[in-house]
């Protein structure tokens, strides 16, 4: 039962989050919110809902171990399996991508998280720092949109279509339903997938850290994987590397900021000895295909990525 009532948890996550972000989003272009505010904090927020209720469910059921290693064990997956896969299906072309500022980012915010770590566990501070970057990081992308927008008088987030789960014609009993199915499924869905996962590494014998690195992370980052799969069958270099990189550092600081105040967040040795140094090697194992024009993300190195996922998959398993 346990394993059931894992894979329904998350399948109930999935589907509430996405009724989640498709109800917040209409209602919030119903109620006159510019898109651009929509795309960098509804849309970034809704799309991070599952992670962040699994969070802090594990917190509060203590089992700190799920919380943290889903976030690392997530942003592992993010590049290694999100990037891999759809490399080894069809090639990414990055040569010409724009990711560089968006990749900075994303590698000193995952210092400064490391950095934290060795301070465990993570709250009360560390929390404010957390959210001050990511409000920061909101804020300056808003400033740039905005420039953007006088330099030239063109929007860089304009048609509705282009938001994630945007539909002018949608009905407004269909946003209350998704609305109402978001805020319900999601909760639910993460009490039964912690609960389940639980119950999973006292049967097999291994720790919930173990458990929050392998099916929670690889079970969450399920959304990004079929995003970035869209993005590389449209030869769209730019989405995939910015799903990726939007995801990671939404993870460490919306995800860890906001779950750390409800509950100290402790890092157990082997964060600190390897999974912690693994997510960081696999955020510069990009650096060449962010900066260089000459290099893409071609089958081979696709095959790569993924080797290094199930490799690193199994060291954490045995």
Request: with cysteine; charged share 15%.
């Amino acid at each position: 039962m346990d394993v059931v009532y894992a894979v329904l948890g998350l399948v109930i996550l999935l589907l509430a989050g996405d009724a989640l972000v498709r109800g917040a989003v209409n209602l919030s272009l119903r109620l006159g919110v510019p898109a651009l505010i929509v795309s960098l904090t509804i849309v970034a927020f809704g799309t991070s809902a599952p992670e962040l209720l699994i969070a802090i469910q594990a917190l509060l059921e203590d089992a700190p171990g799920i919380a943290l290693g889903n976030v690392v064990g997530s942003n592992t997956a993010n590049v290694l399996l999100v990037l891999g896969v759809p490399a080894l299906m069809t090639g990414l072309d990055t040569s010409k991508s724009d990711s560089r500022r968006s990749y900075i980012e994303m590698v000193v915010i995952t210092l400064i998280f490391i950095g934290l770590c060795y301070f465990s566990p993570i709250f009360g501070i560390d929390s404010f720092i957390l959210l001050a970057i990511l409000f920061l990081i909101l804020a300056n992308h808003a400033r740039h949109a905005v420039t953007h927008y006088r330099e030239t008088g063109e929007a860089m987030v304009d048609e509705e279509e282009e938001l994630e789960g945007a539909d002018p014609d949608l009905p407004g009993w269909k946003i209350g339903i998704f609305l109402v199915l978001g805020l319900i499924g999601l909760p639910l869905g993460a009490d039964l997938l912690v609960e389940g996962s639980v119950g999973i590494a006292r049967d097999i014998g291994v720790s919930e850290t173990v458990i929050g690195l392998t099916l929670v992370a690889l079970g969450t980052s399920l959304p990004e994987l079929a995003t970035t799969v869209v993005a590389a069958l449209r030869r769209q270099a730019d989405v995939a590397l910015g799903n990726v990189i939007g995801s990671n550092v939404f993870n460490l600081l919306g995800i860890i900021g906001v779950a750390s105040f409800f509950d100290p967040i402790p890092v157990g040795r082997e964060f600190l000895e390897r999974d912690l140094w693994v997510m960081l090697g696999a955020t510069l194992l990009i650096a060449p295909f962010v900066f260089s024009n000459k290099m893409n993300l071609t089958r081979g190195w696709g095959v790569l990525f993924c080797a290094l996922y199930v490799i690193y998959i199994v060291a954490v398993v045995k």
